[in-house]
């Protein structure tokens, strides 16, 4: 009865035309979302399932076809790693330390550039300060590769010329990872600096002028009028640079390799050894799939700040 | 002493053998296909020799017509390279040179071809593997069948600076404890400004994984239950020794060490190594014979011509085992030109064109090379290389699928001890039960 009723008031609609199909808003909205969807299922969505099939397989990259299903055992191996957690709080501290260091020195920065915009000369001064963001980061590990080098290095010369002992910048545990911090925030501090910049620049003059004429401090117009005016800015910078941070891998691969002892090691290097130097497909995804977790959490987590934020 | 001397004398007669085969001349034009219009591509490390190459390889574009493009990269991408094309069935070179430990892997994956029938088809002097060291034949073997052709075989030999030496009036040490006393002389003395004694491959990962496995046979142990020196079977019981007393005494030598190198030495790899060597900050290193050229260049170094070459120290008590390694050419079973690429090989591996890519600076991985007046006199410290060859041993490092993350999970607690993050024995015990782990999931070890 039902199928008599339906087919009873399909013959009543008048079929559009092939034109009228072709033309309409569906097909339109249609042929631009479908190239997109098939895009992201070919590039995105395929190899994570790809992925995670694989991190639940005992399967080398040299030998897929001999995979052998083991369930969660590569996860328990990952967790259980001490070397794994060593990467991972590494990872958390290095993400912590220089996205602070370079909030911190970025605001300074762009403090200083915005005192001196009037300036015809401050253009160039800012474009210079932001070569370093453009250096692909491989180069700026080999780059600090030869700055650090305890022998022929620039930076041990240098403590040597003002009567200072020499450093082990990537011998000893702790310089090597304040070396890796250093290089880190040389780095993405002008991307924090522009951003703040572009934050401060935002703020009408006439607040300025209103808090001096209330007899405000510098530290007044910081707390109450600089710091609410730049927080959602901050927080995205802050968003990508976890993001980037947790992608962190070309400068400990070219100059500590996660050294020494584990003091060095990142998640995604510890993803990359077992991946593409031990063709552990297996570990190396199950690894790949932890850091895609974390990634999505910390950045759902800041997001719904951010959108807080620009609520108040 | 009995297999030394036995070696030595097989040595001997396959250098007789092969100075014959290379006295006759190889008609090339009939022994090599026309390949007129191709053009051969093959992927290699950066190391000195693949200037050598490409200095000796259009020879084969004369008698041939087939160009060959060499690409080179550096050791960690040369070995994700090779597996990555090989997984992919990627057809895009013809020839993979690898290291001789990456073979069990590479051969294992199904990545490349024998060499079996090739060699028993070819004229016995063109391919000569008699000429071969033992242990050069070795690295280019697999499970008992010959899988390439051994071309840049390398052997590690201590070199030191003789003007230092001689001012000092101490003799080149032969032992640990001499290598201690000869490096604290240097280390600190004002009589030798800028000079420290020694440096090794302290590195975390490869690095001092691959120095434990090259040091450990001279220090009186082994690095697997099986891999004794000659075993016919070294894989048969691969329950690893990392945590022996010898190995544990090995890791501690390694820390002590530390004391008379330069700053950063515990971040030292083998490029660290050999630039300070080269700048004159080293008395003494241990390194690959490649290595040497560039010590040896006045253009690169401030120490050429004034240093010598020796055989590794050993510990006391026990006697040097030479670390061999080096690379082997092999055909990419998935490649689209085996004729070509075959034809290179057998042309380029050949005991004359060998000497050629000596002179040009090759590691010679011959015994007729090794013994060659011209190539000795350009390259003195290849008399050390042939003593160093009668008493290597080829499984010195594991050469089986899980070489490469074994020696890695070795040098990561290597690094650990010499940096102090934990005691030798600890870091040693930590490396045992990785290691036994990781074979046991892979199903070498039951």
């Known amino acids: 009865m039902a199928s008599l009723v339906s087919g009873t008031t399909s013959d009543m609609t008048p079929r559009p035309s092939r034109r009228a199909f072709y033309t309409g808003d569906r097909f339109q909205a249609a042929a631009f979302i479908v190239p997109s969807c098939i895009f992201l299922a070919l590039l995105t969505i395929w190899p994570f399932f790809y992925s995670v099939y694989l991190s639940l397989h005992r399967v080398r990259l040299t030998a897929l076809k001999r995979a052998v299903f083991v369930g969660f055992e590569n996860y328990w191996n990952l967790v259980t790693d001490t070397l794994f957690q060593h990467a991972l709080l590494n990872t958390l501290m290095l993400a912590t330390a220089s996205i602070a260091c370079e909030i911190i020195i970025g605001f300074v920065v762009a403090k200083a550039f ?199 | 002493m009995r297999n030394i001397t036995l070696l030595g004398s097989i040595s001997g007669a396959a250098l007789l053998l092969a100075s014959a085969a290379v006295a006759q001349d190889i008609d090339w034009k009939s022994e090599l296909g026309d390949h007129s219009g191709k053009t051969l591509h ?16 259009d020879g084969f574009t004369d008698i041939t017509g087939a160009k060959v493009e060499v690409d080179g990269y550096g050791y960690d991408a040369l070995h994700e390279k090779e597996l990555l094309a090989c997984s992919q069935n990627d057809s895009s070179y013809d020839i993979f040179i690898m290291d001789g430990i990456w073979i069990g892997e590479l051969s294992e994956a199904g990545c490349i071809d024998s060499a079996e029938k090739q060699i028993a088809e070819g004229k016995p002097e063109i391919f000569a593997w008699d000429d071969y060291t033992p242990s050069a034949a070795g690295q280019a073997s697999w499970d008992g069948e010959r899988m390439c052709i051994p071309i ?54 490869a690095a001092a994984g691959q120095q434990w496995f090259e040091w450990i046979y001279s220090a009186g142990g082994k690095p697997w239950v099986s891999n004794d020196i000659g075993s016919k079977d070294p894989y048969a019981d691969q329950t690893p020794l990392l945590n022996s007393k010898e190995s544990v005494d090995l890791v501690q030598f390694f820390k002590d060490m530390t004391a008379y190198g330069p700053p950063g030495v515990e971040s030292f790899a083998w490029d660290e190594r050999a630039n300070a060597f080269a700048a004159g900050k080293l008395a003494m290193i241990n390194d690959w014979s490649v290595r040497a050229q560039i010590a040896n260049d006045p253009s690169q170094s401030q120490v050429a011509g004034k240093f010598k070459a020796a055989l ?51 590691p010679p991985s011959r015994l007729s090379a090794m013994q060659d007046p011209d190539v000795v006199a350009k390259y003195p410290w290849t008399e050390q290389l042939f003593e160093a060859q ?36 600890a870091a040693m015990d930590n490396a045992q039960e990785q290691v036994t782990k990781l074979l046991k999931q892979n199903g070498l070890l039951q």
């Open chain 1, 114 to 312: 915005v005192s001196i915009a009037h300036l015809r000369w401050s253009n160039w001064l800012r474009s210079f300060f932001l070569m370093p963001m453009m250096v692909t980061p491989l180069i700026v590990g080999m780059i600090f590769a030869y700055v650090f080098n305890p022998v022929l290095g620039i930076a041990n010369y240098l403590l040597n010329s003002v009567g200072l002992a020499p450093v082990s910048w990537f011998g000893d545990p702790f310089p090597a990872m304040l070396s890796i911090l250093l290089i880190n925030v040389w780095q993405w501090t002008p991307f924090m600096m522009l951003l703040i910049m572009a934050g401060l620049f935002s703020i009408r003059s006439d607040l300025y002028e209103a808090a001096r004429v209330d007899g405000a401090k510098w530290h007044h117009i910081l707390r109450f009028l600089e710091i609410p005016s730049i927080r959602g800015i901050v927080l995205l910078g802050i968003i990508l640079r976890i993001i980037d941070t947790l992608r962190f891998f070309d400068v400990v691969y070219v100059t500590t390799r996660g050294g020494p002892g584990d003091s060095t090691m990142v998640l995604t290097l510890y993803a990359y050894q077992q991946n593409f130097q031990f063709f552990q497909a297996g570990t190396g995804s199950a690894a790949a799939v932890i850091i895609l977790v974390i990634s999505i959490v910390i950045t759902t987590f800041a997001v719904r700040l951010l959108r807080r934020i620009e609520n108040d």
């Open chain 2, 42 to 57: 093959m992927m290699t490390i950066t190391d000195p020799f693949i200037d050598s190459i490409k200095a000796t390889k």
């Open chain 2, 152 to 205: 840049g075989i390398y052997y590690e030999l201590m070199y030191y600076r003789t003007d230092l030496f001689e001012k000092a009036g101490i003799k080149v040490p032969e032992t640990f404890e001499e290598l201690k006393q000869a490096a604290k002389t240097f280390t600190d003395n004002p009589e030798f400004p800028g000079v420290y004694g020694y440096a090794m491959n302290n590195k975390r990962g």
């Open chain 2, 312 to 362: 590794m120290p050993h510990k006391e008590g026990a006697k040097t085992v030479s670390p061999v390694g080096g690379w082997v050419a092999c055909v990419n079973a998935h490649g689209a030109q085996k004729d070509v690429a075959w034809d290179f090989l057998k042309w380029f591996g050949s005991p004359a064109v060998h000497k050629q890519f000596v002179m040009a600076g090759g």
């Open chain 2, 390 to 425: 009668k008493n290597a041993w080829v499984e010195v490092r594991p050469r089986h699928p899980l070489a490469f993350q074994m020696i890695d999970t070795v040098g990561a607690d290597v690094n650990k001890a010499i940096i102090g993050e934990a005691t030798p024995q």
